[in-house]
C-alpha cells in the first residue's frame, strides 16, 4: 500500500532534521516501541509491539537511513519481523521544507508490505492500520517537537502526562 | 408407494447416528501412547532463497524432541505427480522436484522450510518461533501470463520457463480454423473461473506411527483414498514395502477433492516417527489448511463459439491458462487437460472443438481437484459463451441450447469421449416444468414493482464420471490404475461386512452400499456392514473422488456379491439335493424351481463355515469373494438447471429466489442421499458464483486465509427450500456398469456456477445495462462497478 501526505510543524528545520534522526525521539513516537537502540549512520534496531486486527505480534527489526540530504529529505526503510505473526516492511521517504513563518512543512510518502499471517487475518484493514500508524507517528513527531501552542499548557498538571510531554523534544536541543 | 428397502428406497444414514452424537472416530481422535507433536514453520514469503535455517536455539526449547528441516530429506523422494502430460509438441510436461520440506528455495506462502517435533504441540509452536531463518527474499511470481514472459522470474530454477506444458486437444487446427473463417457469427467471452479453497469442515490431520518390533509403519490420514496414499507414499517417497505400511482413514469430515492428495505432512510424520521412534502427530489449523490444501480452478480462458446461419453450432475453440502453483499436486496435470478437455463438446453436437490449454508455475499454493475438477470449468465456459451468443443473435438461450442438443447414443465427441447415453431434451423438459418458466414474466413484473431487477438464467452440464477406464486413462498418461475393488465377506450367521475400497467422507456409503447387497440377496440391510478406510481391512481400491463410488467400487461390489450368490446356490443345490441349475434365490430363500422345497440365506451361510454336510471336493468351504471392477468408459451424467436473481440496483446485491436442477444420473440408489449430495453440490457452486475467491497480492501474499476474508457459502446465500427442488427423475441408465448408476457427488458444483451468472446477467440487461460478463464471485461491488462502470 501507499500513502502520502504532510504537516506542518512549528519548528525550524533544523531541529525537525535533528529530531527525525534521534532514536530516543523514534522511540518515543513509533506506536509500541518499546526498544530503539543504534544511530543515523550505522541504523536503528527497533522493537514494536503492536497489533494489527486479530494478530498481536513483537516486531523486531531495523531501520535504515537512506538518501541522506541534510537537511531537505530522507527515506527511512524499516523491516521488521514478527514470528507467527509474519512480516512487515516498508519506507517513507521525508521532505522538509521552510515555510514563510520559520516553521517546516514536512511532507512524507510511505509505502508498506506485509507478509504471513498478517497478509492472510489483516489484508482488509491493513491499508487503515498503516494510515493510523503513520498519523500517529507524525502526530507524536509534531507534539514531541513544537510542543503546545499555549507554552503554559506543558507544564505539569491535572491534564496528566500526555501534556507534559509535549515539545519535550524542542526544550531538550534549545536547554 | 416409494420402496422401504433396497435399491431406490430412502432410509435414514447410519452413519449420522454416530456423527450426529458425538461418536464419531476421527483423525484428530486419534491419540497414540507416547505420541509428540509436529508443528510446521512455514514460509511467510512467497518466493525466496533459503540461505541458512539454523536451529540451534530452537533445539535447546523446553519439550524439543527433534527439529527437522529440508537437509533431513536429502535422499528421500519427494511428493510425486500422478499423471503425465504429454504437450502439443509430444514432449512430457516440466516436473519439478517437491521435497517433503522445502530445500534450497522456498515457493510459496506456506511451504514447510522446518519442522519442530515436541513433547507438546505449544513447545513446538514456541520452539519454531526461535529458528531463525535467513531467507533472501525473490520476486514473487503471480500472474500467469506475466509468468510466461522471457525474463519472468523462474519458480524453479533447474526449468528452462515456468510453462509445465502447452497442451492441445480436439480438432485439429486446420479444420478448426477453417469452421471459423466460415461461420456467419462467432462469440468470444474472456473469463476467469476463480480460485477456490475446498474448505472441509474437518482440517488435516495425520498421525504417524512406527512399530520397531516388526518394522512396520502406520499412518492415520485424512484421506479419500488410503490405498493410493499408500502406493505414493510408500513407494515413490519413503520407499517403504506396502506389507510395512498400512494406511489408514478413518471418520473424515469432508474431502471435496482436497483430500484426495499425498501430502508432505503425511510422509514427515510417518518419516519422522520412524526417525525418533515415535508417534508423530500434526493437526492443521484453519490457517494452515488455507495456505497448504491445495487450491482448485484457477482458469483464465478465451472462448470462441461459431455459428451458422441457422444457429448451430460449428466450432468450439478455447485458450486457457491454469494455475499449477508452486508443485504439482498428485492429479493436478490431469484437471486441467483430460477432466477439462474432453468436456468441452458439452451437451451439443459441435463438429469441430479444440482446447489449448498452458498450465503455468507460479509462486501460490498448489493446484487440484476440487469438486468437479475440470468439468466446472469446462461447463463454466461453454455454457456462458452460448448464453452470450444467444443474447447476440436474439435467440431464446434454451431454444439455441435445444436445437445443438446430441440425440442420438452412443455419441463420439470430437474431444475423445464417447457418451453411452443421455437424453439431454428430457431434463430440459423437466427443468422447464419445474421453473415454470412461463411464470417467469410475472414473477419479474412483482420484482420490478419493488424497484428490484429479476434475472433468469438457464444452462445444461454433462460430466464425466466413473473415474475410470485404466487402459484409457494408462494411455493419456495416468500413472496409477483407476479401477476399485470390494470384498464381499459373509458370516456363519449370514451377516455380512463388505470391505471396499471406495471412502465415505459424506456420502453416505455405509448406508447406500448395503443397499444393494441386500437387493441383490433379499436379506435385511441391517445385516449388512461396509468397512472402509483401512487399507489392512479393505481390497486394494483406489477410494473416492470423481463421483466414482458407487460407478465403479459399487459395480465391484455387485461383481463379487453375484460370485457369494453363484457359491451360495452350489451349497443350496447339496442341502436341497437338487441340480444348482435349479436354485433360485428370492427374498433371502434359496428354492428348487418348480418345488416347494427351499433352505434359508442362513443355513447355507452356516453350512459354508461348518461344513458337516457339503461338498467338499467341488468347493472350498467359507463364502467370501473379492472382485476388482474396471470400467469400460466413464459415465456421463448430465442435466439442465435454472435459477431465478433477484438484483438490487441500489447495491448490487444478488439474491437467488429459485433454483431447479433436472439432472439424470441414471439409476438412483438411495434418493434421499443423492439429493442430499446436489443440494451440496449447489451450495458449493453458489459459493463459487457468488462468495469465494482465493486472492493473492502481487507479492504473491496470500489475503483471503480466514473466514474473515474467505466467504463460505451459508444458508441464507441458498434459495428457501419451498423454491429449491433438485430432481433426478429422468434416467437414461449407464449401458456399461450393473447397477446402470452414473454418479452424483459433483453434478451440483459443475452445473450450478453458469446458472447463477447467467441469471445474474440476463437481470442486469433487463434493467438496460449492456454488461456481458462479470467474473466470478459475483459480488455486489462487482455487481455495482458493471452497472456503473
Not at chain 1, 32 to 60: R, Y
Request: proline share 5%; net charge negative; charged share 20%.
Amino acid at each position: 500500500m501507499q500513502m502520502s501526505d504532510s504537516r506542518e510543524i512549528a519548528a525550524s528545520r533544523d531541529v525537525v532534521w535533528q529530531a527525525i534522526l534521534d532514536p530516543e525521539v523514534l522511540k518515543a513516537c513509533v506506536p509500541g516501541c518499546t526498544e530503539m537502540t543504534g544511530s543515523a549512520e550505522e541504523g536503528f534496531e527497533a522493537t514494536v509491539v503492536q497489533k494489527v486486527g486479530p494478530v498481536k505480534a513483537t516486531f523486531k527489526g531495523q531501520v535504515t537511513l537512506a538518501d541522506v540530504d541534510k537537511p531537505n529529505s530522507v527515506t527511512l526503510n524499516g523491516e521488521g519481523k514478527g514470528g507467527a505473526a509474519g512480516f512487515a516492511k516498508g519506507g517513507a521517504k521525508v521532505d522538509l521544507a521552510e515555510t514563510a513563518d520559520g516553521g517546516t512543512l514536512l511532507t512524507y510518502e510511505v509505502e508498506a508490505k506485509v507478509g504471513g499471517k498478517l497478509a492472510q487475518l489483516g489484508s482488509r484493514i491493513i491499508d487503515g492500520f498503516a494510515k493510523k500508524m503513520a498519523d500517529q507517528f507524525f502526530q507524536n513527531f509534531q507534539d514531541a517537537v513544537e510542543g503546545p501552542a499555549d507554552p503554559d499548557a506543558a507544564e505539569p498538571g491535572a491534564d496528566g502526562d500526555e501534556n507534559h510531554k509535549k515539545g519535550w523534544f524542542k526544550r531538550l536541543v534549545k536547554g | 408407494m416409494p420402496k422401504d428397502h433396497g435399491i431406490g428406497a430412502s432410509p435414514k444414514r447410519r452413519e449420522d447416528v454416530r456423527f450426529l452424537t458425538g461418536a464419531g472416530n476421527y483423525t484428530d481422535d486419534i491419540n497414540l501412547h507416547g505420541q509428540a507433536y509436529v508443528y510446521f514453520l512455514r514460509s511467510d514469503m512467497a518466493h525466496g532463497k533459503i540461505n541458512k535455517v539454523d536451529t540451534e536455539e530452537a533445539s535447546q526449547m523446553p519439550g524439543v524432541v527433534r527439529i527437522f528441516t529440508g537437509a533431513d530429506f536429502e535422499g528421500v523422494g519427494g511428493l510425486p505427480c500422478g499423471w503425465q502430460v504429454t504437450d502439443k509438441n509430444g514432449d512430457p510436461m516440466k516436473e519439478p522436484a517437491h521435497p517433503v520440506l522445502a530445500q534450497g528455495k522456498v515457493r510459496h506462502v506456506g511451504d514447510p522450510v522446518a519442522a519442530v517435533v515436541a513433547e507438546s504441540l505449544e513447545e513446538a509452536r514456541t520452539a519454531a518461533e526461535a529458528i531463525e531463518l535467513d531467507i533472501e527474499e525473490l520476486p514473487a511470481v503471480v500472474d500467469m501470463k506475466a509468468a510466461l514472459t522471457d525474463g519472468a522470474t523462474k519458480v524453479h530454477d533447474d526449468l528452462s520457463d515456468n510453462l509445465c506444458y502447452d497442451w492441445q486437444f480436439g480438432t485439429d487446427t486446420e479444420t478448426t480454423d477453417k469452421a471459423f473463417a466460415e461461420a456467419a457469427h462467432v462469440t468470444t467471452l474472456e473469463l476467469v473461473n476463480n480460485r477456490l479453497v475446498a474448505n472441509p469442515m474437518e482440517p488435516r490431520v495425520a498421525v504417524g506411527d512406527y512399530s520397531r518390533a516388526n518394522d512396520e509403519s502406520t499412518l492415520y490420514t485424512t484421506s479419500q483414498n488410503p490405498h493410493v496414499i499408500r502406493l505414493l507414499m510408500g513407494a515413490f517417497v519413503l520407499g517403504i514395502p506396502e506389507h510395512k505400511l498400512r494406511v489408514v482413514a478413518p471418520d473424515v469430515g469432508g474431502g471435496f477433492g482436497t483430500k484426495i492428495f499425498h501430502y508432505a505432512e503425511e510422509a514427515f510424520c510417518t518419516f519422522a516417527a520412524r526417525q525418533i521412534n515415535r508417534p508423530v502427530k500434526w493437526t492443521a489449523s484453519r490457517s494452515e489448511a488455507f495456505m497448504s490444501d491445495a487450491h482448485g480452478r484457477d482458469h483464465v480462458t478465451k472462448i470462441e463459439l461459431a455459428l451458422d446461419a441457422d444457429n448451430n453450432f460449428t466450432a468450439v475453440r478455447t485458450d486457457t491458462y491454469a494455475n499449477m502453483g508452486a508443485y504439482l499436486s498428485t492429479f493436478s496435470s490431469s484437471v486441467p487437460t483430460w477432466l477439462h478437455g474432453t468436456l468441452m463438446a458439452g451437451n451439443y453436437k459441435t463438429p469441430a472443438v479444440q482446447v489449448n490449454v498452458k498450465a503455468v508455475f507460479t509462486t501460490t499454493v498448489p493446484v487440484d481437484a476440487y469438486r468437479g475438477a475440470g468439468r466446472p470449468e469446462a461447463t463454466f465456459q461453454l455454457e456462458r459463451v452460448i448464453d452470450k451468443a444467444a443474447r447476440e443473435l436474439g435467440a431464446d438461450p434454451i431454444a439455441l441450447r435445444r436445437q445443438n442438443f446430441i440425440t442420438e447414443f452412443p455419441y463420439e465427441t470430437p474431444v475423445a469421449v464417447a457418451y453411452d447415453t443421455g437424453d439431454y431434451g428430457a431434463t430440459m423438459d423437466k427443468m422447464e416444468e419445474l421453473m415454470d418458466i412461463p411464470g417467469f414474466a410475472a414473477r419479474r413484473a412483482e420484482s420490478e414493482a419493488k424497484g428490484m431487477l429479476r434475472g433468469l438464467g438457464v444452462n445444461c452440464f454433462i460430466e464425466a464420471c466413473g473415474i475410470a477406464p485404466s487402459n484409457l486413462v494408462g494411455q493419456l498418461g495416468a500413472r496409477a490404475g483407476l479401477y476399485d475393488a470390494a470384498t464381499v465377506r459373509v458370516n456363519a450367521t449370514g451377516s455380512i461386512s463388505v470391505m471396499v475400497g471406495a471412502h465415505s467422507h459424506g456420502q453416505g456409503h455405509e448406508t447406500a452400499f448395503p443397499q444393494v447387497v441386500a437387493e441383490m440377496l433379499g436379506i435385511d440391510e441391517s445385516m449388512i456392514d461396509i468397512v472402509h478406510g483401512d487399507t489392512s481391512k479393505i481390497p486394494f481400491g483406489m477410494g473416492t473422488y470423481g463421483s466414482r463410488s458407487i460407478a465403479v467400487c459399487g459395480s465391484a461390489m455387485v461383481r463379487a456379491t453375484e460370485k457369494i450368490i453363484n457359491k451360495a446356490k452350489k451349497i443350496a443345490a447339496h442341502l436341497l439335493e437338487a441340480a444348482e441349475t435349479d436354485i433360485e434365490l428370492k427374498d433371502g430363500q434359496f428354492s428348487v424351481a418348480g418345488t416347494d422345497k427351499s433352505v434359508a440365506w442362513g443355513d447355507v451361510t452356516l453350512a459354508a463355515y461348518v461344513p458337516h454336510n457339503y461338498p467338499l471336493e467341488d468347493i472350498e468351504p467359507g463364502l467370501e469373494e473379492t472382485a476388482f471392477y474396471d470400467p469400460s468408459n466413464f459415465t456421463y451424467p448430465a442435466g439442465a438447471y435454472a435459477c431465478e436473481v433477484e438484483l438490487d440496483p441500489e447495491t448490487g446485491e444478488v439474491t437467488i429466489e429459485k433454483f431447479v436442477s433436472a439432472d439424470d444420473f441414471g439409476n438412483v440408489i438411495n434418493p434421499m442421499i443423492v439429493e442430499g449430495q446436489v443440494h451440496g453440490g449447489i451450495a458449493q457452486g453458489i459459493g463459487q458464483a457468488l462468495l469465494e475467491n482465493c486472492a493473492y497480492d502481487e507479492n504473491g501474499q496470500l489475503l483471503s486465509a480466514s473466514y474473515m476474508d474467505y466467504a463460505m457459502p451459508r444458508a441464507d446465500n441458498l434459495p428457501h427450500m419451498a423454491n429449491y427442488t433438485v430432481d433426478h427423475s429422468c434416467q437414461t441408465p449407464c449401458t456399461h456398469n450393473p447397477l446402470g448408476v452414473k454418479g452424483c457427488g459433483e453434478a451440483g458444483a459443475i452445473g450450478s456456477p453458469p446458472t447463477v451468472v447467467n441469471a445474474v446477467i440476463d437481470a442486469l440487461q433487463s434493467g438496460g445495462h449492456k454488461v456481458e460478463h462479470i467474473d466470478m464471485p459475483v459480488s455486489p461491488s462487482r455487481v455495482w462497478a458493471a452497472m456503473n462502470g
